[in-house]
């Protein structure tokens, strides 16, 4: 209650407004905040947030439709997912829902996250959602390499977003690629572990956008089961991927340094009548 009213002040703000969380460690449940918002917001996080272990809902934090938004600092969001680590491994029932992720930015423009950390998402850690020229740099993304589904940051039905000199250490795609994406540019970023730079999967659902224009430069792979991917379902629906640039890329022990996979079907989760051309 005390962070969606210091929220909702700052974003009634006729001027540019701040919300501090200072050093020390905080209980937190579930935030939904959205905009439009009178004027520019930026969020400081010093402390430490930590999820409830029941997290209810899809995401922990949620921000949408603000325009000129921005988080920054030294804080971390902690998801507190190691019980829903252990459980998924042992296959038994859990109590709460495992698709909680720690920050979705639905619709944000003129955006920037700097310098935070997320750690041990339920899900993915930060998922983007029709966003538009959205920075994300110096962060620290972890979790542990057995973690199921924790993509670090997973962009889709998005136009200019990039991802700079940062670190992501996750069970599952440092960084996932939506249909509808266009315009990302992903720099000194080092991966590892986890399942690479994924590009898909694509043409699972049908009317998927196109994805078109994507730079990865000067990043770093390592201990990764892959390099850089880009994936699509068999029998898939008509999608595209054009103008996609991998440039000034290290490989150190990976799996699959470089993988275009047209018969992605994790779990057996599909049948397909597969035509080798030779």
């Known amino acids: 209650k005390a962070f969606l009213k210091a929220f909702a002040d700052a974003c009634a703000s006729p001027i540019a407004a701040f919300v501090v969380i200072p050093d020390g460690t905080y209980q937190i449940g579930v ?9 520019p917001v930026e969020i400081q996080l010093q402390g430490i947030l930590k999820a409830p272990v029941n997290t209810p809902g899809d995401a922990w934090f949620t921000f949408g439709y603000i325009d000129h938004f921005s988080i920054t600092g030294c804080g971390t969001f902690d998801g507190m997912g190691f019980s829903y680590y252990r459980s998924y491994t042992a ?16 619709y944000i423009t003129n955006g920037k ?39 670090g940051i997973h962009i889709g ?3 200019d977003i990039q991802v700079l000199d940062t670190k992501i250490a996750t069970g599952d795609d440092c960084i996932s690629i939506g249909d509808g994406l266009q315009h990302l540019t992903v720099e000194r970023v080092t991966c590892g572990p986890g399942h690479g730079i994924s590009v898909g999967s ?8 196109p994805v078109q224009g994507i730079w990865v430069r000067q990043c770093t792979f390592k201990g990764t089961d892959n390099g850089v991917r880009i994936k699509s379902w068999p029998d898939m629906e008509p999608c595209e991927v054009s103008d996609v640039h991998f440039d000034d890329i290290t490989m150190d022990n990976v799996c699959n340094p470089i993988i275009i996979d047209q018969v992605y079907c994790p779990s057996n989760e599909c049948k397909s009548k597969v035509i080798y051309v030779t």
Not at 31 to 39: F, L, W
Not at 91 to 106: D, E, G, M, T
């Open 113 to 151: 996250v700097e310098g935070i950390t997320s750690k041990d998402s339920k899900q993915f850690h930060i998922n983007v959602l029709g966003c538009k020229n959205l920075i994300f740099c110096k962060m620290t993304i972890i979790a542990p390499a057995d973690s199921p589904n924790t993509d």
């Open 157 to 159: 039905r998005s136009s």
């Open 202 to 209: 694509l043409g699972r659902y049908p009317n998927e956008a």
């Open 91 to 106: 296959l038994s029932s859990v109590s709460y829902n495992p698709r909680a992720q720690n920050i979705r930015f639905n």
């Open 31 to 39: 935030v939904n905040v959205k905009g439009p918002c009178k004027a």
